[in-house]
């Protein structure tokens, strides 16, 4: 067993923040944890690692619970850059990681070069720019080679190079079979992350395998729509038409067959586009449509 929390609830004076949260994860995974700001996805990770005491339901995490604190030897928690000492250098943070979980100093250079932080590890913290902290802080949680990564907000003011080399790095390691949850307001590294996404909202979790959503949409426009759409409803075909343009799931008809359709009536085909329908649409489907937003 790698995570399982179940029934976590934790409120804030009267102010109910986690409502009975259930995770359970037993082989290695990404799983993106996304919802509106205050969701309650920062206290959540804070409860699983103990950080925070919670009111209500019991957290383990790699077999142990929570509160035994030789868990961080196979669980890692990137948190925000607050927690980095400004007058430390960033060799010092990841020295004093390994002097505490004795992992050989060699491993120092290691991770700085994967993570690309080499040539400023000496320099102190409070020099930084928000992207080289972010740096920092990945590389003091992967450091141990976790079993368990969480990480909340991870991509926080990262330029695009170095979003795609944390990208890389993270699918790497869970190639290497750790299991990553991570928190993110970027639906579009989500996607191409993962395809599991637990949607947070006022503390309840809503589990998705976006995998059921991971169809082609074609996006298809043609010379004379209303013909297309006269043969497309005889031919028993879903559609629907967005500014001129013929919409549909490639679980629908498949595109070749679509195509013979248009053919056999003499329609020209003056574009096609494809989408998959992706965290981002989902995301406006559960939290913004049914809420209001
Ligand atoms: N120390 C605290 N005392 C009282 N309320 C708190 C405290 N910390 C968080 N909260 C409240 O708990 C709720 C959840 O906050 P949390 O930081 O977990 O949300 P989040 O989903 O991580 O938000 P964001 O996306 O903005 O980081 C919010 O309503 C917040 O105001």
């Known amino acids: 067993m790698i995570v399982n929390v179940s029934n976590l609830k934790k409120h804030y004076k009267k ?45 383990e995490l790699v077999g142990k619970k929570n509160t035994d604190a030789s868990i961080f030897y196979e669980v890692s928690y990137l ?21 505490v979980q004795k992992i050989p100093l060699s491993n120092i250079k290691k ?8 040539s400023y590890m000496k320099k102190r913290v409070r020099n930084y720019s928000l992207g080289m902290k972010q740096h920092l802080l990945l590389a003091m949680s992967i450091i141990n080679e ?8 991870p991509l926080n003011g990262l330029d695009p190079t170095s979003a795609i080399n944390m990208r890389n790095i993270l699918l790497e390691l ?36 976006l995998q059921d959503f991971s169809a082609n949409q074609y996006y298809v426009a043609v010379d004379h729509p209303e013909k297309a759409v006269v043969t497309l409803k005889q ?20 595109l070749q067959e679509f195509l013979d359709l248009m053919n056999r009536i003499e329609i020209t085909i003056t574009s096609i586009e494809t989408k998959k329908i992706g965290a981002e649409k989902r995301y406006q489907e559960l939290l913004c449509a049914r809420h209001g937003l």
């Open 111 to 118: 991770v700085t070069d994967r993570v690309g932080m080499t």
């Open 15 to 59: 102010q109910p923040v986690l409502k009975g949260i259930d995770i359970t994860i037993d082989t290695p995974q990404i799983i993106a944890l996304v919802g509106p700001n205050g969701a309650g996805k920062t206290t959540l990770m804070n409860c699983m690692t103990n950080l925070l005491p919670f009111n209500e339901g019991s957290v």
């Open 146 to 153: 976790p079993k368990l990564l969480l990480l909340d907000e």
């Open 174 to 209: 869970y190639k290497e079979g750790t299991t990553i949850i991570l928190s993110s307001h970027n639906l579009d590294e989500i996607d191409r992350m993962t395809n599991i996404i637990y949607f947070m909202k006022d503390g309840a979790l809503l589990k998705e395998s």
């Open 79 to 99: 948190q925000d850059n607050r927690i980095l000492y400004g007058d430390l250098t960033g060799y010092d943070h990841l020295k004093f990681i390994c002097n």
């Open 235 to 254: 031919a028993g075909v879903q559609f629907t038409i967005h500014e001129g343009i013929i919409v549909f799931l490639e679980t629908e008809v498949i």
